[in-house]
Each structure stands twice: as C-alpha cells, then as structure tokens.
C-alpha cells in the first residue's frame, strides 16, 4: 500500500483536560477518497486540524510522503501540499473569487502592483485544469454557497495541494450541490489526488469513500475498506459502544400536550434550509428526546421554541397560546425555562456575581424587587439558598461565576432555570462538558420534573444521556424528523445510529405530527 | 440673493472649495485604509496636529522644505504605529485608545511649541516654510475652470494623487488586497498565512501617512504657522467623509468635497450675516442618513424569511 | 496578599497608571522648569493652597461629573455613544432659550428650565440609540456626527433669536435671576449646580446598582446575549441607555450655564462631553468612582493652571499626562503578565489542575 499519509500514536489533550485523540493510527492509502467518521466528540476534527497544523499534538508522528515532518502551522501544511476545506468556509466576501484564489500568494505586475489579469488567468486555469467553473470576477457574497465551496477547494490546489481535507463539506449543500461535489472530487482523485473526508452522512460516505475510518471517543475503532462494510455496520462501529444500561423508570403519568410544534422550517443567511418542516406534540409528564449529530437542526429548533430566533414558517404553541414571534420573556412567563446548550454564550454572564446570574429571569419579581427597587437580600438569600440545594461550590454568592469550574457553572445555569417552577423545560445539551456528579444531579433533577408532571424537551448529542432519560424520542437529520420512537426501554444505541446518519429514514415521520 | 448665488457659483468659490477641502480629503483616506483594514482609526484630529507641528519645526530649523515634508510623514506613520502598538499588542479598545491620543497630540503640541518657541499660542514667531502655490501653464489659460483649478498649493494637487494613490494601493497592489481581506474576513486571511496583526499595524501606518499631509498642509500651506487646536474638527469631519463615501476613494473625494464645498460656503455666508448653521449642518446629517442606509442595507442581506406561498429549495 | 490583589486587579492598575502619570509629570517639570522644585509644589499642591484654588477644583468637577456620569450609563450597557457634547450644548441651548423667554418664580424656574434642558438632551441622545436598535447603525458615527448638528442648532438657537445684542460680543441675553443656582460661598464661585452634581452621581449608582432597569442595563452590557436569553429587552435598553446620556449631559450642562455663566456664552463647544470620557474610562463607568475621577482630573487641571500661572511650564502638560494616565488604563493587556503569574500561582498552590 502506497500511504501518503501516516498518522501515527497520535495523542492530542487539550488544556482543559480533555483527551481528543487517543493513540489514533491512521494510513491513508495515495489517490483515494478516505473518509473518517464518527460522533461529535468522537476526535475527528481535532485529528484534520492536527493535519493542517493548526495544533499541536503532545505525542505521536505524521509521516507524509515517507517522511517524517512536524507542522507546525497551516503555512507549513500548505507548503507541504495539504490543503484544508473548512467547514465555516474561508473566503472575503467583498472580494472577487479570482482575488481570494491568490491571496497570500498574490501574483505580480514590476513587484510592486498586484497582476489582476494575471490572477483571473491563473483562476480560469486552475478551473479548467480540474473542470470546476467558477466565474473570477463575481464577488463571493453574490455566490450561492456549492460555488463558493468549489472555490476554496480550487484555492487548495492552486497553492498544489495532494491532499485535499473537506471537513462535512455537504452540511451547506443541496442534494443538488453535493451530487455536484461528488463528481468533482471522483474528478479530483483522477488527476491523481488523495482527499481525506469527514462526514456523519453515512449514505454520503458510502457514495464516494473508497476507505473509512471509525471513530469513537477519541479513539480509532477500525479503518477498513469501504465497501467491505455496510452503513448499518458503520453505523453500530460508530454509536455502539458497552454503554450503561441504565434506564429511568417509566413515567408516573404522561397527559396532555402543552408544547405543539407544527411545521417549523428555517432559513439561515446563506440561504440553506436547515429546519424542514417540523412538527410535534410535547407531553406533560413525559421527556422527548431529540437525537441526532450536531448540525443537523436541532440549535435552531431549540432557538425557535425558546423565542430566540423567529422561523421561516411554521408555529409554536405554549399551553394553549402561539408563541411564535414573541420575545423570550413573554414566553418564559407562560411558563418555559431554557438550559442552553452554550452556557457560556447565553446561559451567565460570567464577570458578574452568581446572585446576578441567578435573577436574570425573574429580577422584575414580587420578592426580589419593589417597584423597580431590587432587594439584594432576598437576592442574596434566594442566591444561597439555590448554592446549598444544588450543591454548588463557589466561595460566596458574589462570586463571579467564571471563577466557577465547568460543572458548578452548569449547576448554576440548570439551578436557575429549575427553580423558575415552570411547566415545560428545553434542556439542550444539559451536561455537556461536566462531571460525573454534576451529571448525574442535572439527570435526577430532570427525572423529578417529570415525575412531578413537567413537560421535559431533550437535545443531546450523548445518546447515553438520551436513551437514559427519555420517554420518546425523535431523531433528527438534515433539519428533518426521520425517525419517532414511542417504546424506547428495549432501544439501543445502534437502533437509533442509523437514522442519526442518514442511512435509514421511518416512511411518514417527516412533516406529521405525534401524538 | 442674487449677489449670493453669483457668488456661489464664481471660480473663486471654485478655487476655495478645492482649498478647503485639501485638510479633508488627506485624513479621510487616512480613516478609509484603516477601516477597511477592521481597525478604524479615529485619531486622525492628533495625527495632523502632531505632524503640523513637526513640519513647522523641524522647517523652521533645518531651512529645507523636504526634510520638513520627511519629517511630517514620519510622524503620521508613527503615530499610527503607536495606536497600532496599544491596539494590537496592548489590547486597548481602539477608540479609547485613539481618543486618548487626539488628547496626546493637542497638549504635547502646545506644550512643546512653548519649550522650543516660546509661545503658547501661535509659532509665528518662527520662520516656518511654506509649501510652494503651483500655476498649471496651460489651465490656467482657461476661463472658469483655469481659475479653479490652477493656482493651488502643491498639496492640493498632492490630494488628488492621494485619491489615485489610495485607489491604487487598495485595489492594485498585494497589501491592498490583504488588507481588504482582514478587514472582510480575518480568519480566512490567516488560513492562507497572513499575518493579520501586521497586515493591520501597517494599514494603521498607512493612515497615519495620509493623515500627516492634511497637517502639513494646514501649517504649511493653508496658513504658514502652527497655532493652537488648529485642526479644528477636521479629523472628526474626516470619519465622516469616509463613512459618507463608503471607504472607497471616490466616494471619499466626493464627500471630502461635499464637506469642503459646505465649508466654504460658510464662510462666505458668515460674512454676509446669513445664519450657515443650517447649511454647515447638512454634511453631518447627510453621514447620519448614510451611516443609518448602509447599516440598514447589510442587515437585510442577513435576515431572509420564507415569503407566504413559497417553498422550501 | 495576592488574593487581594487579584480581587481588585482592575482598581490596583487603574491607580498604577495613574502614580505613573504622576511620575512622568514630575519627570518632565524636573526636566523642563528652572525651579523644579517650586513648580511641583504649584503643580500638586497649588489646587489646595488657596480658598479660591481650591473651589476652582471643586466647580471644574461639576459638569465633568455629570458628563462622566452620562457616558458611563451608556458605556455600561456597550453602547459606545460619545454624544453626551452634543447633548449637553443643545441642552444648555434650548433650556436657555427657555429661561430667557419666560418668567416665573424661582421655585418654579429653576427645576423647570432644567428638565427642558434634560429633555432636549435625552431626545438627542435617542436618535443615535433608534438608530442603533433598529437599524444596527454605529452610534459611535452617528453620535459623533450629532455633536456637530447640535453644534450648530445651538449656535443658531442663541446667536440668531435669543442674542444679547448689547452685550458686544455673541452670547445669549442673561438669564433671569429667577433661573439663576445661586453661588453659596462669597469668594468662589460654588453653587448649588455642584452638590445636584454629587447627588446625582450617587442617584445613578443607586439607579444602576438598586433597580432592575439598571440590572438591565448592566446585564446588557456585560453579555448581550444572557440579557436576551434571560429575557430583558435589550432593544429597549439600547435606546434607554443613551436617552439616560443625552438626559444627564443636558442636564449638567444647563447646571453650568446656570450656576457659573449665567448666560450662554459657549461659542466654542466647551469639551466636557470628552471630559467625561475620560472620567468615565478611569472610573470604570462606576458613579462613585467617576466623582473621585472627575476630582482627580479637576485638580489636575487646576494644578496645572496654577502651575501655568507661576511658573514656566504650560499647563498642557496636564493634557499631555491624562492621555497617559487614559492610555495605560484601556490597554487591558498592560500588566496583564504580572496578573497571569499571580493566577498561575495561586493556583498551583490550590492544589494543581481543575
């Protein structure tokens, strides 16, 4: 095997502690597409931006065209031939595609003026040279975004990229577009390139790879050729792990619907749709659990029901009321609290004190002010008394939250939203990035809501987490609903990967509603 | 008011448009590059008040008119190089950082016109230079337009060039080009492996250069001293011609214009006992209406909803 | 010892960069005077050693205190508006206007001229804030462009309907005694405009620490999107927090007018609005320490005219050392190193690692 790439051993922990990439060996085999899959979390990206020089491992080796070489910035990555496509493209709006193309490496008329023929030429070249048409006069922003994808691939091989990255390039496209995309890159590997892909879309995967590795927990599962395996077995490589098996029990009692969701669709500013047409009906007494890899819909789904982001189209009702189009507080008074799934973004303000922090959503409150005057010692007592019962370790209620560790800051979040005594909670993303214990509270917390015969809508990207706590659970993909689980006691994490990653889809589940 | 409107529109309102607009148009440039590097620099009032310092000085003191013009543009350059540095390195807030260094410039000036001259109020004592009036040979055979055009300070044909130098630099040179994309999209200039902290000190040297020659010009052209805050508001007139016009070299010029043209008119309206306050207010009320178009225009662009009836691609 | 120093970090730097302004103000007399000695003892003591020196420092404080104060609202919510100039002239302007033409007593006059003087800088300081709400429009442009329309509009207001046209040069008619905050102590010019001054300033630390409107405020400016996710409306304190500027500034500068000139006599814009900057950046946007800044700039000022007035070096000097003393504050860089080994200390001995 002629490996152009080799990554060896490879151990990556970032400051926090966290360990992204565990003793990860990966070949990559000269003039194929290799694609890497796995979860959010799962090592992926931490891997391509080791590759691309953008960080540093602590151990291990890159052996690239049988030598061993040290990248230690994307400059060094671009001058050994590896190019990057990234995700969040890299591209100037106001400037024109042939003036992206160059830039870095501008080319030039008596070394002091930039050759702007000669830029549009070399634009015109590289894009006949691989057979991608783009027109270098446009300006980026006027570009839909397959054609501006197109260019930052034609950007890495006009700086005479071999090996070509695309981190999930299709998460932008159309169908349309990413049948667009394949051709290209089956065109590419051609002209004698090797393409390293990183994707969740199993179908997509299984399309164009002619080798797949699996990742899971920072850890390479297998690489294997891609059509020795089947998406339902990459699948199970990918999600099916020795989980725990524990299970909440079955919930006391499920009534009516208090959250109704009826064809919800998003836009977002680059014109991709990223809701399509969502519906669902949230039970009291119940704990719905979106399941699905990030990306695929859910943060804005969340952003909608919560008021943060108006919908394209569609409705949302609270008890009764539509609460579409109607600001945050409005909607929270009807009796909806919000765990972010950025608790550092939208869930504190980490400079001020936690008792601050605390009475974001209720500081206007009989109890905790009097006519616009705030009582700062029912602040402070309602402040210590939600530290004692949540067991949150800060050295006083003034504190500011950032001095907090990760897990006692999600307390304080989940303490406030919890203590709000509402009727439906939007928990996205609860335990993200905490401790075991922090966890295991926030879970008991949420299994006490329900019981109690609060309505509990659960995002996660941990299908642990979801299979634990919920009662039903929907999957998401693509910004639709593909897949509705009523009986969930005997599912299994490999029952649900399939849908997660396009490879499986439930007939009628997409625009319906639930019962 | 006929005699007014006659006035108006003689060559010699003409001729001192071109005039006043000069101190306007070099600091605007100066604001233009440095926005559209992402770093707008709005110490641009201290800029030509520090350089039309030096250049009366260091004239005064050396006899040579190119020293002094040398001079200037070193110490537009560094100022913009001192912003940069507590921007950048330091990480001050940039306006801050430039409001504390207009500050700088109009106390250091006076303070060190007072040590070196002796004077705390004017350098007129001194025998500054001046920079030379240009008359073009053949415009100025001209009937109307030789009278506007011919006859100015060499830095006001010196303006001119500037916008050309700016339109080149910006649109045709590497540096213009990565300085756009700093300012457009900084992650996506550092993918390619430009240095967007140098990228940005050097557009801030650049402002500083421009704004250097709109001070020169005042101490050295417009009036043949140094005095106290003579700027006048002229760098804060310069954000706005810059907003006004967009940051691009011809929309800049033609609201340097705009201002220069208002200016002028005031003047003349002063002396006829006609209240210009009106009339000088219309430039800043036009930046505000501008300021409110552009911003409105870039918020469109990002929100899109779904119209009644249409459907998902 | 180093807890406390990282608790107050911000105040210890802010006080750092002002010993070094000191310093380097000692430095340049010492280099510059030819009785350095006499010169520093003008400088630093001149403000105190005289009952109208000191009462100089006192009345100097006052409008900066009101522009700190204005700016400081605004600054706590992010909005960098930097109209409280603007504000306070055409306030001053249409509240004279409003003096001049009416006549009531005392009791009546004194409270109603200053509200239509608020009123006019509050409606100036909601254009920018509109702008920005509803269009995202930078009210740092549109507040800088609206000092010069209000420039202007004041001007014209005074010179062209309310002018004193015996007075021999530009300034308004006087006001009416009835509109007058009387100086209380003979021998200074101190009046009633500087206590409303303090009183005020501890009523914006009461309104932005005490109420819910200045949590909103607050809240907003320390993580926009916690305010909107929490609930608050951050559009509306967008627009409040800068019609609180206008209002202030407006307010303190009819204060002046009315308790020193007497009459509208600014035909150059009097800079206190920048001032208050100034006083706002080294006070941290909090009322209280905004009184003490704008005496710390105050007596600078003064110390600087009475330096100016006895000895040979010029008082800019005093200009030249703040925009110091303002440039070592704002780089939020400048010992940042010292507070990172301190960090790393303290937490090596808590135990090593999260």
Not at chain 1, 390 to 408: E, H, Y
Not at chain 2, 197 to 224: E, H, K
Request: with cysteine; charged share 20%; aromatic share 8%.
């Amino acid at each position: 095997m002629d490996a152009i790439l080799e990554l060896k051993n490879i151990l990556m922990i970032y400051e926090n502690g966290v360990v992204a990439n565990r003793d990860v060996s990966v070949a990559v085999e000269r003039n194929t597409i290799h694609a890497i899959v796995g979860e959010n979390g799962a090592g992926k990206t931490t891997l391509m931006k080791i590759l691309f020089g953008m960080i540093q491992a602590q151990e291990g080796e890159i052996v690239y065209k049988g030598q061993k070489v040290q990248i230690r910035s994307p400059h060094e990555a671009i001058a050994m031939g590896i190019g990057m496509v990234h995700q969040h493209l890299m591209l100037a709006p106001d400037l024109t595609v042939a003036e992206n193309m160059v830039l870095g490496v501008e080319p030039r008329r008596g070394r002091v003026f930039l050759d702007n023929r000669r830029a549009e030429e070399i634009t015109r070249e590289v894009s006949e040279r691989y057979g991608l048409s783009v027109s270098p006069e446009r300006r980026i922003r006027e570009l839909p975004i397959g054609v501006r994808q197109r260019v930052e691939i034609l950007k890495a091989l006009f700086r005479n990229a071999e090996l070509l990255i695309l981190d999930e390039p299709t998460s932008v496209l159309t169908p349309q577009e990413t049948e667009v995309l394949f051709k290209t890159l089956a065109d590419l590997k051609a002209h004698g390139k090797t393409i390293i892909f990183i994707s969740h879309k199993l179908k997509e995967v299984k399309a164009i790879a002619d080798r797949v590795t699996v990742m899971r927990d920072a850890k390479v599962i297998t690489t294997r050729e891609a059509r020795e395996l089947k998406e339902h077995e990459i699948a199970y490589l990918m999600v099916g792990r020795e989980i725990s098996y524990e299970r909440l029990p079955a919930s006391p009692q499920v009534g009516e619907a208090v959250l109704s969701a009826r064809g919800l669709s998003f836009i977002n500013e680059e014109s991709v749709p990223v809701l399509k047409d969502v519906s669902f009906d949230l039970r009291s007494g119940e704990v719905l659990a979106i399941a699905g890899v990030e990306g695929n819909g859910q943060t804005e789904l969340v952003r909608i029901l919560t008021g943060l982001l108006e919908p394209s189209a569609g409705s949302v009702t609270l008890r009764g009321v539509e609460t579409t189009g109607r600001p945050p507080r409005e909607i929270r008074e009807l009796g909806l609290c919000h765990i972010p799934q950025d608790r550092m973004d939208d869930g504190v303000a980490e400079a001020t004190s936690l008792e601050e922090n605390f009475i974001v959503d209720r500081y206007f409150k009989k109890g905790f002010s009097r006519r616009g005057r705030l009582d700062w010692k029912a602040i402070g007592e309602h402040s210590r008394g939600l530290i004692a019962d949540f067991s949150i370790l800060a050295q006083s209620s003034r504190t500011p939250v950032r001095a907090l560790s990760g897990g006692n800051i999600q307390k304080v979040v989940v303490a406030r939203e919890l203590s709000s005594d509402p009727e439906v909670i939007i928990a996205a993303h609860p335990t993200r990035g905490i401790d075991v214990g922090s966890e295991e509270m926030v879970h008991n917390l949420l299994r006490r809501a329900r019981d109690r015969g609060k309505a509990v809508f659960l995002t996660s990207a941990d299908l642990d987490e979801i299979l634990k706590l919920a009662s039903r659970i929907l999957v998401i993909y693509g910004g639709e609903l593909v897949a509705h689980f009523e009986e969930v006691s005997h599912l299994k994490a490999e029952d649900l990967g399939p849908y997660m990653l396009g490879v499986q889809r439930q007939e009628g589940v997409s625009g319906k509603v639930h019962p | 008011m006929n005699p007014l409107l006659r006035s108006i529109f003689s060559a010699q309102f003409g001729y001192a448009v071109f005039r006043v607009m000069t101190p306007l148009l070099f600091p605007a440039l100066g604001v233009a590059v440095s926005h559209l590097a992402g770093t707008i620099n709005i110490a641009m009032e201290g800029t030509m008040l520090i350089c039309a310092f030096v250049g009366v000085m260091v004239s005064a003191a050396t006899g040579s008119l190119l020293i002094a013009l040398a001079a200037g543009m070193a110490a537009g350059v560094a100022m913009g190089a001192v912003l940069g540095y507590f921007h950048l390195r330091l990480k001050a807030d940039i306006i801050l950082a430039a409001i504390a260094l207009n500050m700088f410039a109009a106390g250091s000036t006076i303070f060190f016109l007072f040590i070196l001259a002796g004077d705390k109020g004017i350098s007129s004592g001194l025998k500054s230079l001046v920079f030379p009036q240009v008359n073009i040979p053949l415009i100025r055979s001209i009937p109307v337009l030789g009278t506007i055009l011919s006859g100015h300070n060499v830095l006001t044909y010196g303006a001119g060039l500037a916008v050309l130098l700016f339109y080149l630099l910006i649109f045709k040179t590497p540096l213009g080009l990565r300085i756009r994309a700093v300012g457009q999209n900084p992650d996506a200039a550092q993918s390619v492996g430009i240095n967007v902290v140098r990228t940005r000190m050097q557009a801030l040297m650049l402002s500083g250069f421009f704004g250097s020659l709109g001070g020169l010009y005042l101490s050295m052209g417009y009036v043949s001293w140094f005095a106290r805050d003579m700027t006048a508001g002229r760098g804060w007139i310069a954000i706005a011609a810059s907003t006004l016009g967009g940051h691009m070299p011809l929309g800049t010029f033609l609201a340097s214009l705009l201002f220069g043209a208002v200016n002028a008119l005031a003047i003349y309206l002063a002396s006829l006992q006609i209240p210009s306050e009106f009339i000088q207010m219309i430039p800043y009320v036009a930046t505000v209406i501008a300021l409110t178009v552009y911003s409105a225009q870039a918020l469109r662009k990002k929100t899109r909803k779904l119209k009644a009836g249409e459907t998902l691609p | 010892m180093e807890k406390f120093i990282l608790r107050y970090f911000n105040l210890i730097r802010t006080i750092i960069a002002i010993l070094i302004g000191v310093i380097v103000s000692v430095f340049l007399i010492f280099l510059i005077s030819r009785e350095p000695g006499f010169s520093l003892r003008s400088f630093l003591l001149g403000p105190f050693l005289s009952r109208s020196r000191f009462s100089n420092m006192v009345e100097t404080a006052s409008p900066i205190i009101f522009c700190g104060l204005a700016i400081a609202v605004a600054f706590q919510a992010k909005q960098f508006n930097i109209g409280a100039e603007g504000s306070l002239y055409l306030g001053a302007a249409v509240g004279t206007a409003f003096a001049v033409s009416t006549r009531m007593p005392a009791v009546f006059h004194i409270p109603l001229t200053l509200l239509v003087a608020a009123a006019a800088g509050a409606a100036w300081g909601f254009i920018p804030g509109i702008l920005k709400a509803r269009w995202k429009a930078s009210e740092l442009v549109s507040s800088l462009m609206l000092n010069y329309v209000a420039y202007y509009g004041g001007l014209y207001l005074i010179n062209f309907h309310f002018r004193d046209k015996g007075a021999g040069y530009l300034v308004s008619h006087q006001l009416p005694q009835s509109a007058w905050l009387q100086q209380f102590l003979s021998g200074t010019r101190l009046h009633w405009g500087i206590v409303l001054a303090i009183v005020f300033a501890l009523l914006v630390y009461y309104f932005l620490y005490h109420t819910t409107t200045g949590y909103e405020i607050r809240m907003t400016g320390q993580n926009e999107h916690f305010a909107r996710f929490g609930g608050i409306n951050v559009l509306r304190i967008v627009v409040l927090s800068q019609v609180i500027l206008g209002l202030l500034a407006g307010f303190g500068g009819m204060t002046e007018v009315m308790g020193i000139h007497r009459r509208f006599n600014w035909q150059m814009s009097p800079g206190y609005g920048w001032d208050g900057i100034v006083v706002a950046i080294i006070g941290r946007n909090h009322p209280l320490l905004i009184i003490a800044a704008s005496f710390f700039l105050a007596y600078l000022r003064v110390g600087g005219q009475v330096l100016n007035l006895m000895s040979d070096v010029p008082w800019e000097m005093v200009t030249v050392i703040q925009s110091l003393i303002i440039l070592l504050i704002t780089a939020e860089a400048f010992l940042s190193q010292w507070r990172y080994r301190i960090t790393v200390r303290q937490a090596e001995r808590a135990g090593g690692g999260a």
